[in-house]
């Protein structure tokens, strides 16, 4: 029998990796992404690819009652996590909304299991390292959203039976990633500012920590994880255990793409300052391969940002708030 699987923002960075592995794996794959932060050249061609929103319910009703899914990998999202502050509404609509929506013709079309990549942005500030045991208490609304559809999953399960697995990543990086994106991903960040010839961009004084985590040690899992009975229903902390500094990153990043730009220091921004998970969980559970160590990450990254150059920031037109918003981030404001 055919498994079809549904994989939205799966011409996103992780989402195509997720495609990647689920294809090799002899799924059918339908991949639903707005291409907002995705590209097409991130699609398989081995999978089917409708360029439409999470937030498009007709558009949904159509491909789940065409394609019959066994499995939905929701992945979509508008993750810039900083951002967040300032267009709560946008990010509540499309993160949490746009979920709800699959989250409901999931029920409806009795799908077998929902796999939701969450953040470890539920936490918010909790003792470290951060575990599954803790009380989420995000403190942004892309934290927030998350940790509501990860509520809203649970229940459906009570409710429905639908049966879900969540993924809490943290700080992924690798091919694929969109590295023109000024608001996300730092890895990304700095080796496009290298590209550009262009000091490497630190809010505040670079010592905020977080364990930077490479794709090939997060997306095969995420595909694989509908096999694992014990991830029925379960949450998992992923990736890696290695914590640097922010500044530590800078210099590994600069010695990956072998250039040496200097750092330019902008003002301190509202997040949280230490981040990095336990993985007990995840490892019994899913027996991973050993750990790519950083140097080793992002070699393989350079190799492929270097091959596919530099990206244009694209400016999020519609900032709710300008208050408070970094300076760098000031041209976003509404005219
Ligand atoms: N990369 C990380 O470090 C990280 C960490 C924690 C959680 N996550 C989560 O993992 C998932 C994938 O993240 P990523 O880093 O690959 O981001 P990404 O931006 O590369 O991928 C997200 C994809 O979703 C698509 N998308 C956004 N809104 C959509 C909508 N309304 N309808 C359809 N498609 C839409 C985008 O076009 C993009 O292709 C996200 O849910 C993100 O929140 C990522």
Same mark, same amino acid.
């Given at each position: ?5 549904? %994989?939205t ?13 689920? $294809?090799?794996?002899?799924?059918? %794959?339908?991949i639903?992404d ?9 699609v398989? %061609?081995?999978? =089917? ?5 999470i ?8 491909l ?16 810039a ?7 709560r ?6 993160? &949490?909304?746009?979920?709800i929506? &699959?989250?409901?013709a ?13 953040s ?7 003792? &470290? ?9 995000p ?5 927030? *959203? ?6 809203? =999953?649970?229940?459906?399960? !009570? ?13 992924v ?17 700095f ?23 490479? %794709?090939d040690?997060? *997306? ?22 290695? #914590? ?5 990153? *800078? ?5 990956a ?15 949280? #300052?230490?981040?990095? *998970?336990d ?13 790519t160590t950083?140097? $080793?990450? =992002? ?8 091959t ?5 920031? !694209?400016?999020?037109?519609? #900032?709710?708030?300008?208050?408070? =918003? ?10």
């Open positions: 029998m055919t498994i079809t699987s549904l %994989v923002g799966g011409a996103g960075f992780m989402g195509s990796h997720v495609v990647r592995h689920l $294809l090799q794996q002899r799924h059918r %794959v339908v639903l707005d291409l907002s932060g995705g590209t097409t050249e991130n398989h %061609v081995d999978a =089917l690819f409708y360029e439409g929103s937030l498009d319910n007709q558009l949904i009703n159509l789940f009652k065409k394609y019959n899914f066994t499995y939905v990998y929701h992945l979509a999202a508008y993750a996590e900083g951002l967040s502050h300032f267009i509404n946008f990010n509540y609509q499309n993160n &949490l909304i746009g979920s929506n &699959l989250i409901n999931a029920v409806t079309y009795d799908i077998k299991r929902f796999v939701f990549t969450s470890i942005a539920v936490y918010g500030t909790n003792t &470290l390292p951060l575990i599954e045991t803790q009380h989420p208490q403190e942004d609304p892309y934290g927030i *959203a998350k940790y509501a559809v990860e509520l809203d =999953l649970i229940n459906a399960c !009570k409710m429905f039976g639908l049966e879900y697995t969540i993924f809490r990543p943290h700080n990086y690798g091919s694929h990633q969109n590295i023109g994106d000024k608001y996300r991903n730092v890895v990304g960040i080796m496009n500012q290298i590209l550009k010839k262009q000091p490497l961009t630190i809010f505040g004084d670079g010592s905020q920590t977080r364990a930077f985590s490479y %794709v040690d997060v *997306a095969p899992y995420i595909a694989n994880s509908v096999r694992i009975p014990e991830a029925c229903n379960t949450i998992f902390n992923i990736g890696s255990d290695a #914590v640097y500094s922010v500044k530590e990153l *800078a210099v590994a990043v600069n010695k793409m072998r250039s040496d730009m200097g750092i330019k220091q902008l003002e301190q921004r509202e997040e949280v #300052v230490h981040a990095y *998970a993985h007990t969980l995840f490892k019994t559970v899913f027996k991973p391969k050993e750990h950083l140097e $080793l990450g =992002l070699l393989e990254m350079a190799r492929w940002v270097k596919h150059g530099s990206r244009s920031s !694209k400016e999020f037109q519609d #900032v709710e708030i300008t208050k408070k =918003l970094p300076a760098s981030w000031q041209q976003s404001k509404k005219q």
